[in-house]
């Protein structure tokens, strides 16, 4: 079975912080995603990485950015969390090939107050 | 442009059929998707159809695709408690296999 995991369930930060959200999938699926999910807008693509150190601008990049040092771990970055970051955060992966599903994690539910 | 529309919400009695569907406006898909998400959890695969199908059956499971129309249908028979969640449909592009189009989700409430 595929999994994919995600550090923390639930994060409150205040404005400011620095927030690192840490993904980890084992089935050496060379693509991962990252998408933020707010009621009403369904899932929105913020970055994603089809290889080590490589990266891709999703629809929402402003005010995040992502590092995929090794190809099992993609983690997303939050430089000064603002109270509009709040949000549920998926992360995702699969493999190249085209046709092939992507597996989800569980969610961080991320509050900055 | 890549524009994926679902009604937000549909509540159907226990026992029903419930039909969640989808539009979308960029006709050079190659794979369409049915997501579930329950309470707190990721989301998962359903079932997928590929865009020369206009149809695909898996148990209590139909997916009808009319291409002409770009509208995408989930129907799940004799509903129960256990299939109430959110319910995203999803599409790639031929242009762009690594990226998935979500739709805004339905919520389905299924009541006794």
């Known amino acids: 079975d595929v999994k994919v995991t995600q550090s923390s369930r639930y994060l409150v930060k205040r404005t400011g912080e620095k927030v690192f959200l840490e993904c980890v999938q084992d089935m050496d699926h060379e693509n991962m995603f990252w998408y933020r999910q707010d009621p009403g807008l369904g899932l929105r693509l913020i970055y994603f990485?089809?290889?080590?150190?490589?990266?891709e601008k999703g629809d929402i990049p402003e005010g995040y950015s992502v590092s995929r040092e090794k190809k099992e771990r993609f983690s997303l970055i939050l430089e000064s969390a603002s109270t509009n970051q709040t949000s549920m955060y998926l992360c995702a992966s699969r493999p190249r090939r085209t046709g092939y599903e992507q597996y989800f994690g569980p969610g961080t539910r991320l509050t900055v107050t | 442009g890549e524009d994926v529309e679902q009604s937000l919400f549909l509540s159907v009695r226990e026992g029903d059929s419930s039909v969640i569907n989808c539009t979308y406006t960029?006709?050079?898909?190659?794979?369409l998707y049915w997501y579930k998400q329950e309470p707190g959890a990721g989301l998962q695969l359903l079932t997928y159809?590929?865009?020369?199908?206009d149809m695909k059956q898996d148990q209590r499971l139909t997916v009808l695709l009319n291409k002409k129309d770009k509208h995408l249908s989930l129907r799940i028979a004799d509903t129960q408690t256990g299939d109430s969640a959110i319910y995203f449909c999803a599409e790639t592009l031929i242009y762009n296999t690594d990226k998935l189009i979500f739709g805004t989700g339905t919520r389905l409430q299924v009541f006794p």
């Open positions: 960029d006709s050079s898909s190659t794979y």
């Open positions: 990485s089809y290889d080590v150190k490589m990266k």
């Open positions: 159809i590929f865009s020369n199908m």
